[in-house]
């Protein structure tokens, strides 16, 4: 079974979104990442986090492959923001390589699947009646969050020390 046309498109524009997010905060040093932007106390280290964990790792490797561990750490627990908040030791560095590792690994779960196919678990205590019942559902819901994500990240990184991701002359 191989990556049919439409999971190649999404898998495409999903890729560009975390170039995105990853360029954009692209030169921080550490004390800028873990700066607490907005008055919620968030952080780009609390979003690096928060894609690496309860974006990639938990739709890719749970929903859409059931990694045993994975489904192992999601049940039983109610949905939260604790991926936001950074752990003691986490860096930005170490989070941008956990969050690009955890995007590889997506990707090779989504090498072997077809848009049409459903979720190998879905996590029914977190979620209620709502429920994602394809890969191109999974696909276009990360790729939303994510592009989303830039956008914050965007924002704060201006906030930051004024720099802009995209800019458009004229």
Known sequence: MGTDAEVSVLRAALRAQREHVLGALEGLDEEQVRR?????????????????????????????????????????????????????????????????AEAERADEILGGLTAAEAPAWWPGELFGSYRLRTVREVLVHVLTETACHAGHADAVRELIDGRQWLVLDG
């Open 36 to 100: 607490k932007v907005l008055p919620s106390g968030w952080s780009c280290l609390g979003l690096l986090r928060h894609l690496a964990l309860d974006v990639e790792r938990f739709w890719f490797r749970g929903v859409l492959a059931a990694e045993p561990e994975v489904v192992a750490s999601v049940t039983g627990t109610k949905a939260g923001d604790d991926a936001w908040r950074p752990a003691p030791g986490d860096t930005g560095d170490g989070l941008r390589a956990l969050y690009r």
